[in-house]
Structure formats: structure tokens, C-alpha cells
């Protein structure tokens, strides 16, 4: 007869018999085999379950973040303006109107735009000399003593103003997903861009205020008067950048500053003036009472503009005349005594000395229209004619060849200039060094396989703990029971 061999654990009951109770690891292998799929399920189960867990939690709490990198770099950006010497506003990059242009550009819903703005966040970048000078000084206030006051006057000295920003736009809680969002800030900037250009650069709005009038509101000679006005505004314009940037040609129209001054040089003398004389020869006008009524409140303006220049440039020349030139010693001998002082001009001397011909030039070109004018009244007084059909026929056609050519040179400027500011002024200005770039949030596998083991591991004590618990049910129960049939045979 075979013996079966187990290992078994004994455990006293304390009762009135002091029975022992004997659990063999045979019937705990047997109820850990019972509930072995089970614990397999409840494994599987507790680790997606966790793993799930932990990927949200770690989702929500990870950065969804798109960044940029853009730099600013023109004369005034040192200390924080602009290029019209205001301060610099780099909070406009996330204004709504900028916003919305990027989301029509890209067909998206422009409910977007609040969300899209409250999550753009623009931090400057220190460079690393201003951040050792600081940590310097810093250093010198902590170790206390004499020099810690003078070390905290040189921080508040310490002017800085970043020329490179950080643009980070927080995705997560916008709506857009990675490729959305990078889309958007990337839309952002370069609206920004056109923006910037826009405000700083381009002078459009010079060609729009011009083809604004409608000459074939005036009668033929303020027409004129219209025209005149217009071509020396583009005359003034081109000169100041033909001055500026004598060398530059444009590679869209072909012109250079100097050739468009030539050429509104000519369209006024060819075309201009001739159709002036014309017009003046033959007292053409459609209304001689109004015309006269208006040459002479032009005359009464320019002669009371007339005054305040000549007042102007009387205070200029007698500032200039009573200068005091700023002196020199050179030293001979190392005396002062043997030196030799010597008077130089000063900045402030050139800037008086400019002023004084720009207001000449004003006073000049103010004397000439007053004397056009008494030319013009003049010779309508002595005219009693009327005006005939051939002559109104040429003027008109004169008038409508003329405003061709000025509304073509209006064009042909605006666009030189534009090339001009966005290739050379502002080449470099506002650039997008790194556009938009973000990662979608990622989960390391460590963070995942720490909580997953735990609960694994409380998951197999659960397992082992209901296999004995349910061991020793069972061998209780059996012992019980051989009790009961050892009483009823003695009895």
C-alpha cells in the first residue's frame, strides 16, 4: 500500500480538546490551481487597467506645446522700440485680427481665436553676458558688506531689452491637435510679419490717398493744382530714398530712387507744366468766378504760410549766427598756457545748418505758387472769352493721359519702395529663425511598468492568500468531519 507523502502546515486551535489542525501544501496547490485562470484574468485585467490609468494621468499633465523662435533686429531694438521709436509691443503677435487672418488662411473655424490667444505665452531670451553680469553682482549684495549697496545700484542699472522671444502656444486645452496647432503658429508669425512690414515699412497708404482724388471733380486749372500736389509728394518720397539708398535698383520694376526722380521730373515738365501753360493761355475753366474766389484764398494762405516760414527762418539763422562753437585745446608743450584752442562745430550746429534749407526750400517753392497764382488772376481778369468745344476736347484728353501716367508711376513706386523696406530696410528686421515644432506628449516606459507591476504583485498576493484561506477551509472541514466519524465508532 502506497504512502502519500505530503508537506503540511500545523496549526493549534485553541479549544477546550486543543486540537491540532494539519494543512498539507498539496491542498493549497490544489485551490492555487482552482483559481489559476482566474488570477491569469485578474492579472491581465489590473495591467491594462493601470496601464490606462497612468497614460491618461500622464497625458493630461504632459505639455501639449508647439514652440517658435523669432528675433528682432533693426536700430532702436537695444533699447525695446520699435522702428518709428515707439516702444516695442510684442504682444501684438497674438492679436485677434493676426489670429483670425492665420485661421481664414487655413479654412478653420474662427470661434478658435479666444482659446488660440489665451494660450500663446512670448518670453524674451536673456543673452549670456547679461545674465553672468547679474549673477555677478549677485553674488557681491549675498556676501554682504560695503560693496553691497553699490553692487544693487549696478543691477538697476542693468537696461536690457531681448531682441529674440520664445513663442510657445499651449495646445492642449485649444481644440487643434499637434498638426493643427503647429500650422496656426506658423500662420501667426508670418501674418506677424506682414503686419510688421505693413506698420513699420511699407507706404502704401501713400499710392491709396493719392488715386483717391478724382480729378474730374475740379474744374481744369485746380485739377491741375491736384496733379502738381501729387507729383511733388512722389518727388519728395522718391527723393528721400534715392538719398537713403542711392545704389539700390529694384528687381521687380528695374527702377532705382535716382531713375523714378528723373522720371516724375519729366512727367512734370513735359507733361505737366505744358498742359499747365495751355490751360492758362487759353483761361480754360468752366467756372470763372469760383476759379478767381479760389486763387485768391490760395494767395491769402500762402502769404500767411509765407510769414511763418520767413519767421522760422529768421530764428534759425539768428540761432546759427549766435552759436556757440565748441572748443578744442591742443597742448604744445604740455602747458596749458602753450596749447592752441581751436573752435569746432558741433552736431547741434549741422541740425540748425539743415534746418535752415528745408526752410529755405519751403519758403522758396511758397513764394513761387504765390506769384503762379497772381499769374493765373491776372490773366483771367483780362480774358472775356468763353470756353469752345476743341479746347475742352484737348484738355480733357490731356487731363486723362496725364492722370494715367501719374497713377502708373504711383504704382511703379509703391512697388520699388515695398522691394525696398522688405529686401533691404527690413531684411532683416523681424525673422522667423525656428517655426513652429512640438512633439505629440509621450508616455516613457518606466513610468508605465513601476504602477503596473505594483499592481501585479498585489494582485498575485490576493491570489496565493485566497488558496490558502481556502486551504485551510477545506482541511478544517475534513478534520472536522474524521472527527465526527472517530466519535460515532466508539460509541
Known amino acids: 500500500m502506497d ?43 489590473t495591467a491594462m487597467f493601470t496601464a490606462g490609468i497612468v497614460m491618461m494621468l500622464k497625458t493630461n499633465i504632459s505639455d501639449g506645446n508647439v514652440t517658435a523662435l523669432i528675433s528682432f533686429n533693426y536700430s532702436g531694438i537695444e533699447s525695446g522700440l520699435d522702428p518709428n521709436g515707439n516702444t516695442l509691443d510684442v504682444n501684438k503677435i497674438k492679436s485677434p485680427n493676426i489670429i483670425e487672418s492665420a485661421l481664414t488662411e487655413l479654412n478653420m473655424p474662427l470661434n478658435y481665436v479666444e482659446n488660440i490667444r489665451r494660450n500663446i505665452s512670448i518670453k524674451g ?55 493643427e496647432s503647429k500650422q496656426v503658429l506658423d500662420g501667426i508669425l508670418n501674418n506677424y510679419q506682414e503686419y510688421f512690414f505693413v506698420t513699420y515699412g511699407y507706404n502704401k497708404t501713400l499710392g491709396n490717398s493719392v488715386v483717391a482724388v478724382d480729378y ?12 502738381d500736389d501729387t507729383l511733388s509728394t512722389l518727388d519728395e518720397y522718391v527723393s528721400n530714398l534715392s538719398a537713403v539708398s542711392p545704389d539700390f535698383r529694384s528687381g521687380k520694376t528695374g527702377y532705382s530712387f535716382e531713375d523714378l526722380k528723373i522720371t516724375i521730373e519729366t512727367v512734370k515738365t513735359v507733361d505737366l507744366y505744358s498742359l499747365s501753360s495751355y490751360v492758362s ?135 520699388t519702395s515695398d522691394e525696398y523696406y522688405e529686401t533691404v530696410t527690413f531684411a532683416k528686421a523681424y525673422n522667423i529663425l525656428v517655426p513652429a515644432t512640438g512633439a505629440e ?9 513601476m504602477p503596473v507591476i505594483l499592481g501585479e504583485v498585489l494582485i498575485f498576493v490576493i491570489y496565493i492568500g485566497a488558496a490558502f484561506v481556502t486551504a485551510v477551509v477545506k482541511d478544517c472541514r475534513a478534520a472536522k468531519e474524521r472527527d465526527s466519524e472517530k466519535s460515532e465508532k466508539e460509541k
Open 216 to 227: 474730374t471733380e475740379y474744374d481744369y486749372p485746380t485739377a491741375i493744382d491736384v496733379f
Open 441 to 449: 506628449p509621450a508616455i516613457v516606459t518606466k513610468d508605465i511598468m
Open 125 to 179: 531670451i536673456m543673452p549670456d553676458e547679461v545674465v553672468d553680469e547679474i549673477s555677478m553682482y549677485n553674488s557681491i549684495y549675498s556676501s554682504g558688506g560695503s560693496a553691497a549697496l553699490s553692487a544693487v545700484e549696478s543691477m538697476l542699472d542693468i537696461g536690457y531689452y531681448p531682441s529674440y522671444y520664445i513663442i510657445t502656444f499651449d495646445y492642449s486645452s485649444s481644440g487643434l491637435d499637434l498638426t
Open 281 to 415: 493761355i487759353n483761361n480754360i475753366t468752366n467756372d470763372k468766378k469760383y476759379l478767381l474766389t479760389y486763387y485768391e484764398y490760395e494767395i491769402e494762405q500762402l502769404q500767411r504760410q509765407k510769414n511763418v516760414y520767413q519767421s522760422e527762418l529768421d530764428s534759425i539763422i539768428n540761432s546759427i549766427e549766435n552759436y556757440e562753437k565748441d572748443n578744442m585745446v591742443i597742448f604744445g608743450s604740455g602747458t596749458e598756457e602753450d596749447g592752441q584752442t581751436y573752435s569746432q562745430m558741433s552736431e547741434k550746429y549741422d541740425e540748425l545748418f539743415e534746418q535752415k534749407i528745408s526752410k529755405q526750400k519751403q519758403l522758396s517753392k511758397c513764394k513761387q505758387r504765390i506769384e503762379y497764382y497772381k499769374d493765373r488772376t491776372e490773366a483771367l481778369n483780362k480774358n472775356s472769352g468763353s470756353l469752345n468745344d476743341e479746347t475742352r476736347e484737348e484738355t480733357e484728353t490731356r487731363l486723362s493721359k496725364l492722370n494715367v501716367r501719374i497713377n502708373d508711376l504711383i504704382d511703379i513706386v509703391n512697388e
Open 3 to 45: 504512502t502519500e507523502k505530503n508537506i503540511s502546515v500545523t496549526l493549534k486551535q485553541p479549544d477546550e480538546n486543543n486540537k491540532e489542525i494539519a494543512i498539507s501544501f498539496s491542498t493549497i496547490f490544489k485551490q492555487a490551481k482552482r483559481f489559476f485562470m482566474l488570477w491569469i484574468v485578474a492579472a491581465a485585467v
